[in-house]
């Protein structure tokens, strides 16, 4: 067993530097045929974003950028988007530790549920919130034109991606590191702190990035409670596609490209958390 | 006495995984409770550790009532079988864990965890992460942090379990040594009974929920008390209706004083230093005899297969089937 922890790392970093030289017919196809897929996909329409946006000129997109309305529908986007995502950090870890550590009546019902909101058509979603909080409300709670119906949608749709991240390592989590803490004098608050948290942090991290690359890119089940009131309840999606129905699309396409750019910054940032949490735990 | 079992069960659902069983554990020893899988000597570690709980009987440790009392009260070092490393963590804050739980100053901490890490020979390796260690290394490192807290009492599940078999003895014999330097009152559990053998002071031997027999190991490889424990400690053969070990059933090629029963060597296997030969007895359903002897001994006897001898059980550990009889 030594022997093959000692091997294993030396022979990857052989095939490495042999990759560095040059590749095999095989990897080299595969490489061709996943870098035109992904471009095809992500990199052209990205740039086509970038492209359509620079024909403001700087001056032009600063303009469409800073205009008010423009300005309070990123201002919501923003502020909504990383309120959901604090939630889901929250609720999200406790949701999967409930799965994965407890055992009670209709867990295997909530663990399939839990998709629904992911799994959903978004418009559904919409219809399913604006019948439950909106005018007409059995429940009696009418949200809807309200910045809490926006935050609403946000945590509906957003819901499963911090719990099916962390759900699986969770699971992984051997129960004797937990008895080890025990034994050596930690409490349960500090061995959760310690050692169960730390091993979680980067599944948290990857759970939360994605939910906020969701809730800012989010149109279809707030669209409908939220009333997309100018200043008030409109965000960033339904602002881009108000101005590329009015064929504004340079208007459109840079508001976009400020999204993408708050969404790259966000995504960094969680990364860099990340490592800070993973050496402080060193 | 460091550790005091006393009239313990314990069942998992149906499962009876100790049938009142009591035990006391000397201090500044090293103990081994040996026995199959499944019967139930892991379960008696883990209830003197507090991560598991008797369903009744009680546990004293160094004197103080400890039945009822949670792990992080027990003082009690526990390795692990697989470890149990904090991963997250390197290996000087895996030792440190349980003196920074303790709000021990910076200083002594970092004192206490060089000198450990001194002691189990990972001073290079201190700001590694356990990943980064082979298995015996992480298991040394694993013993250095139960270590740390100056427990009473050590307590070692299958520790060696999971290591290849040349890295296990190494690490058995260094486990014996660190005990006679350290003297902290050590409980292993083992289903080897080489193992047992070798690094223990005193084996108790648990079979289904129950214990077989206690002893040092020289008394309970001479003086087996039971079927179970002759046979588990070693290999085992049939003569004249008494079980006896093979190699102690001496062999002659004529008949020296007509103690000796007459066969035929059937089979002869030679493995390394040693020589397993299977005897078919002239006496008709008698079963056949395994029977070892050495290397030298063979070739002065000449021994090869089909050459008749005549065999006969030494005066060592024999078990009448009277006394399997009254053990059972």
Known sequence: ???????????????????????????GLALGATMIWFSLLVLIPLAAVLISAADLGVGGFWDVVTQPQTLAALRLTVVESLGVTVLNIVMGTALAWVLV???????????????????????????????????????????????????????????????RTVQPVLESLERDVEEAAASLGASRLMTFRRVILPSLVP???????????RAIS????????????????????????????????????????????????????????????????? | MSINVSGVNKKFDDFVALDNVSVDLPTGQLTALLGPSGGGKSTLLRIIAGLEDADSGTVTIEGNEATHLPPQKRN?????????????????????????????????????????????????FGHRLPSQLSGGQRQRMALARALAVEPTVLLLDEPFGALDAKVRKELRDWLRRLHDEVH????FVTHDQEEALEVADEIVVINE????????????????????????????????????????????????????????????????????????????????????????????????????????????????????????
């Open chain 2, 184 to 187: 902290v009152t050590t409980v």
């Open chain 1, 218 to 282: 989010e149109y279809g089940s707030l669209v409908l409670l939220s009333g997309n009131l100018q200043y008030r309840t409109e965000v960033a999606s339904v602002r881009i596609y108000g101005f590329n129905q009015d064929g504004n699309r340079a208007s459109a396409s840079a508001i976009a490209a400020i999204l993408l750019v708050v969404a790259l910054l966000v995504i960094v940032a969680l990364d860099v958390i990340q490592r800070r949490l993973a050496r402080r735990g060193d």
């Open chain 2, 209 to 328: 929920g129950r214990i077989e027999q206690i002893g040092t190991p020289d008394e309970l490889y001479d003086q087996p008390a039971s079927d179970f424990v002759m046979s588990f400690l070693g290999p085992v053969t049939t003569l004249d209706g008494k079980l006896v070990r093979p190699h102690d059933i001496d062999v002659h090629t004529r008949p020296e004083d007509g103690t000796g029963k007459k066969g035929r060597i059937s089979r002869l296997l030679r493995v390394g230093f040693e020589v397993r030969l299977t005897v078919s007895l002239e006496e008709v359903g008698h079963p056949d005899v395994e029977v070892t002897v050495t290397r030298a001994n063979q070739r002065h006897l000449g021994l090869e297969e089909g050459l008749p001898v005549w065999i006969s059980a030494t005066n060592e550990a024999a078990l009448e089937p009277s006394v399997q009889a009254a053990q059972a």
């Open chain 1, 101 to 163: 550590r407890d055992r009670f009546w209709g867990k295997r019902l909530v663990d399939v549920v839990i998709d629904v909101p992911f799994a959903l058509p978004t418009i559904v979603a919409g219809l399913v919130l604006l019948s439950l909080y909106g005018p007409s409300s059995p429940l009696g709670l009418n949200i809807a034109n309200t910045r809490i119906a926006v935050f609403l949608a946000l945590a509906f749709v957003t819901l499963p991606f911090v719990v």
């Open chain 1, 203 to 213: 599944a948290i991290v990857a759970g939360a990035a994605l939910a906020f690359a």
């Open chain 1, 1 to 27: 067993m030594a022997a093959v922890g000692i091997a294993a790392p030396g022979s990857s970093r052989k095939r490495r530097a042999r990759g560095r030289r040059s590749l095999s017919a095989g990897s």
């Open chain 2, 76 to 124: 009690v070092g526990f390795v692990f079988q697989h470890y149990a490393a904090f991963k997250h963590m390197s290996v000087a804050k895996n030792v440190a864990f349980g003196l920074e739980i303790r709000k021990r100053s910076k200083a002594d901490t970092q004192k206490r965890v060089a000198e450990l890490l001194e002691l189990v020979h990972l001073s290079q």
